[in-house]
């Protein structure tokens, strides 16, 4: 992409795209950070560590607004056209769901402030190992921003099939659970919200995946099939 | 704001820019319709009614990308600034909560294609009176939308508060009954996910009524107290 974005006449006009995508990054680990730290304070029940995702996702929402003000300023500044025009949209759908990623971490951490029972913190074991999953996931797909690299993208949408999976899997087993130990029902709820919260972050990374094939490729890749996009578009 | 709209030197991008807010009416009332069709399609266990729903869901998706793409091509060619970019951005981001609610619609209408005792239909009448909220905050913020009307759009974003209390009315009374029937869990957990979606309806609601604060206000209030948005904003 550097050859891309070196093209641009005014130098200066490079320098704020530059910065507006290091922002993102910035952002992204940011949201990375809170989702890793939520799970490991679901898993070592660790109220302090949730607390601090609590405190710190209105850090992800401010920087959510500013690089969308950026993006504002950049779009009526510099009248950016073609694959400029393509990388500021995208940027402005990416952070939206990067934020909304920052939330599914905060309500994964308040399950950390509750008390489990040794039987049901087997469930929070294997929401650990989804989380691992989920976790990846974003961590690639920031990565793929990071590089515009399509192929590492499309290789993240394609992984949400396993997170799927996964999901389906703890779901069962979790209502299994509550119908053989019916008192248990609202605290299983809470892991059954988050493993929910997990797969949702799965979904997120996707469309974080088809917005960067979008500014790459110049193709809107949403609601297409995963064959689709392999045969047609990458 | 047909005064505003009216401003422009080029008549023809008057044409296109009402083009495209006609075009997100348009999506809305699509979009309306399959949420007032699934609930409909729960309410009266009509499966044809519900596969109606799961099949026209490809039209809100086809309609997004189409908006998405008439907004990107009118900042390319027409480089709008102040309002009119603002009302393009508000925009590409009231059709993204438009398709996921749609998507949502999908998800409640699955129930359908369901089979329910007496007694779990009893929460199903819970459940539409829920959804009767919810289409009416939908309703509304499209009405508000339609007229750039930001105190009706105020009014839906505070609505969304009685929406959450019921919510959290249903899930408990749900939890309830799972507790003491745990045979029925999967089949509530169905209700459950339904719920959850309407209330999920209700943030988008929210959502798209902040847009609309921020094109006609030119300020940002995601993440403001309403008490904020009231004092220093409207």
Chains 1, 2 share one sequence.
């Not at 988050?194 to 949702?200: N, P």
């Amino acid at each position: 992409m550097e050859i891309n974005l070196n093209k641009h006449i005014s130098g200066q006009f490079n320098v704020e795209l530059e910065q507006i995508r290091n922002d993102v990054l910035k952002m992204g680990g940011l949201v990375e950070q809170q989702l890793t730290n939520a799970l490991n304070a679901v898993n070592n029940f660790d109220h302090d560590l949730a607390k601090q995702v609590l405190e710190n996702d209105i850090h992800v929402n401010k920087m959510e607004v500013k690089i969308d003000e950026a993006c504002t300023r950049i779009i009526a500044k510099r009248q950016p056209a073609a694959s400029d025009l393509r990388l500021v949209l995208a940027i402005i759908k990416t952070i939206t769901d990067l934020e909304r990623i920052g939330d599914e971490a905060e309500r994964i951490a308040r399950v950390a402030l509750e008390s489990f029972n040794k039987a049901q913190q087997e469930f929070l074991v294997s929401m650990d190992n989804m989380g691992r999953k989920a976790t990846t996931m974003l961590h690639d797909v920031l990565d793929a921003f990071a590089r515009m690299d399509v192929d590492a993208a499309f290789e993240v949408h394609q992984s949400d099939k396993a997170l799927d999976k996964e999901y389906e899997g703890i779901t069962r087993q979790l209502m299994t659970y509550m119908m053989e130990d019916p008192r248990s029902i609202p605290k299983v709820m809470d892991v059954l919200w988050s493993v929910r919260s997990l797969e949702r972050i799965g979904d997120r990374c996707q469309n974080i995946s088809e917005y960067i094939i979008y500014f790459v490729k110049g193709k809107d890749v949403r609601h297409t099939s995963e064959d689709d996009i392999k045969e047609n578009v990458l």
